[in-house]
T-cell receptor
Framework: NAGVIQTPRHKVTGKGQEATLWCEPI?????VFWYRQTIVQGLEFLTYFRNQAPIDDSGMPKERFSAQMPNQSHSTLKIQSTQPQDSAVYLCASSLVLGGQGTGQLYFGEGSKLTVL | TQTVSQSDAHVTVFEGDSVELRCNYS??????LSWYIQHHGHGLQFLLK??????VVQGVNGFEAEFSKSDSSFHLRKASVHWSDSAVYFC????????????FGSGTQLTVMP
């Protein structure tokens, strides 16, 4: 089991450019979560999917951020017109779903560190 | 609204010492509580969780945590720490119904001195 795979591990982009981050959840895990981590704000929930459907995107900035899960093996987080304040580590996690209930146990990837210059 | 408070930003102990990392939560309903560990430059790893039953739960690497409804707490303990336990520890809460998002505390940096 390779765990949750996130690519790229590091991305440097210029202000105004687009950044796309990829996540491959653990096979068989049907819940996928995205978090953002910064020193100042800590761990912030962004969004999650269940069986590829978006369930809760209450943490997503309303503009410029979007997330998709086109199939059960990967999810993407896209940031348009990146700004320096978007610099953070973006963490993806997946979770097993048993009997329609999440287990409350998340498996995290190593994260994608985004730096916007 | 759920909140999680980790009052100690930094804890320093010596190898072989016992340690307790504190976590207090605020939520009126039924919840999952959990602890995660994050080594520098890596993602978070699950340590243990509580939902119901025995308020003392055992986790990996000798960690345990005790749930207290009266104190709204879920403190993490280890009887004898090793230098490799140096990391940031996060407490998290999730409502048992509704959104599955975990709300994390601000983290406690544990440093184990040789």
């Amino acid at each position: 089991n390779a765990g949750v795979i996130q690519t790229p591990r590091h991305k440097v982009t210029g202000k105004g450019q687009e950044a796309t981050l990829w996540c491959e959840p653990i096979s068989g895990h049907s819940a996928v979560f995205w978090y953002r981590q910064t020193i100042v704000q800590g761990l912030e929930f962004l969004t999650y999917f269940r069986n590829q459907a978006p369930i809760d995107d209450s943490g997503m900035p309303k503009e410029r951020f979007s997330a998709q899960m086109p199939n059960q093996s990967h999810s993407t987080l896209k940031i348009q017109s990146t700004q320096p304040q978007d610099s953070a580590v973006y963490l993806c996690a997946s979770s097993l779903v048993l009997g329609g209930q999440g287990t409350g146990q998340l498996y995290f990837g190593e994260g994608s560190k985004l730096t916007v210059l | 609204t759920q909140t999680v408070s980790q009052s100690d930003a930094h804890v320093t102990v010596f190898e072989g010492d016992s340690v307790e990392l504190r976590c207090n939560y605020s939520y009126g309903g039924s919840i999952y509580l959990s602890w995660y560990i994050q080594h520098h430059g890596h993602g978070l790893q699950f340590l243990l969780k509580y939902y119901s039953g025995n308020p003392v739960v055992q986790g990996v690497n000798g960690f345990e945590a005790e749930f207290s409804k009266s104190d709204s707490s879920f403190h993490l303990r280890k009887a004898s720490v090793h230098w490799s336990d140096s990391a940031v520890y996060f407490c998290a809460v999730r409502a048992s119904s509704g959104s599955w998002q975990l709300i994390f505390g601000s983290g406690t940096q544990l440093t184990v001195m040789p």
